[in-house]
């Protein structure tokens, strides 16, 4: 099984994921919602979606992010 399913704390603030988690648009951390939240009011949040949708577009479906 993926690390990304089995993991239990989120990887930027250390929370709980039990009540959620999803993927960082700037790189591979598995985030909890509120730091999710957070993310999406970085400046260069649409950008890094952009990003995604483009790599997407050409096939890859594992893009790293635009941040490391």
Known sequence: MDKFFS??????????LQAGRV????N????????KEK???DKDYKL???AEREAIKK???NFPGIRK
């Open 7 to 16: 993991q239990k704390y989120c990887d930027r603030c250390g929370q709980s």
């Open 48 to 50: 890094a979606q952009k």
């Open 59 to 61: 096939g890859d479906f």
């Open 28 to 35: 591979r951390d598995c985030l909890c919602l509120d730091c």
């Open 39 to 41: 993310e999406m009011k």
């Open 23 to 26: 993927m960082s648009m700037f």
